[in-house]
């Protein structure tokens, strides 16, 4: 259901709205971005019912329905609840305006990094939860994730320098670290497309992965 807000949402964050809605349920959005993504979901089910009760009353004024009073009475009440829904549809109108608004002052922002296609993955396999692990007998360092991405170590302390992961050192490595994203990592997850420099692998974004775990047999 499209909206008055659509082009505007789409050149504030450099792609549409349905990827945005998909970068919410993935968990991937920074607050601000999360903010407007829910307030865009609320303006579309507002739209959605201004076209339920505009279409009704285009089906009474069209009907082949006899001219009396009962048709009256539906007439005035569908108008009485689409003049309700579109209430409601500026009203949510302005509260994603509002969210939207930050968003363009900080448009453009600065481009995120080109990183190579294996961090991307590394770091959607991070989105869906990870922590760092000791072997209790070889006490070698591996990172586990729902989706069983491997992640060595070297590869984590390269996502660390480049500031896109963060571990919580509170909890002991035995115990498992949780690996967390970054602002900046999740920017680098739901940056527009871009074409990488020479030398250097493109990361596009691939399909959100499954947060339910997939077990090897």
Do not use: C, N, W
Request: charged share 25%; net charge positive; glycine share 4%.
């Amino acid at each position: 259901m499209p909206t008055a807000l659509d082009q505007r949402i789409e050149a504030a964050v450099g792609y549409g709205v349905e990827e945005l809605r998909r970068h919410r349920d993935s968990g991937l959005l920074d607050a601000p971005h999360a903010a407007l993504a829910d307030a865009y979901r609320e303006l579309v089910v507002a739209e959605r019912d201004v076209t339920f009760y505009r279409v009704r009353l285009a089906r009474l004024a069209s009907s082949e329905l006899p001219v009396d009073q009962a048709l009256f009475a539906r007439i005035e009440r569908t108008l009485d609840q689409l003049a309700t829904a579109a209430a409601v549809r500026d009203a949510k109108r302005s509260v994603a305006a509002a969210a939207l608004a930050p968003i363009e002052a900080d448009a453009p922002r600065q481009a995120p990094p080109q990183i190579a296609t294996k961090d991307v993955a590394a770091l959607l396999a991070i989105a869906q939860g990870a922590k760092l692990h000791e072997h209790l007998v070889t006490h070698r360092l591996a990172v586990a994730t729902p989706t069983r991405t491997r992640i060595s170590y070297a590869q984590l302390q390269h996502l660390e320098e480049m500031g896109l992961v963060a571990r919580d050192t509170a909890h002991p490595v035995h115990a498992g670290q949780p690996v967390t994203l970054t602002d900046a990592g999740r920017a680098v997850l739901t940056a527009p497309r871009r074409a990488g420099p020479p030398g250097t692998t493109p990361a596009p974004l691939p399909p959100a992965l499954p947060a339910v775990s997939r077990t090897r047999r």
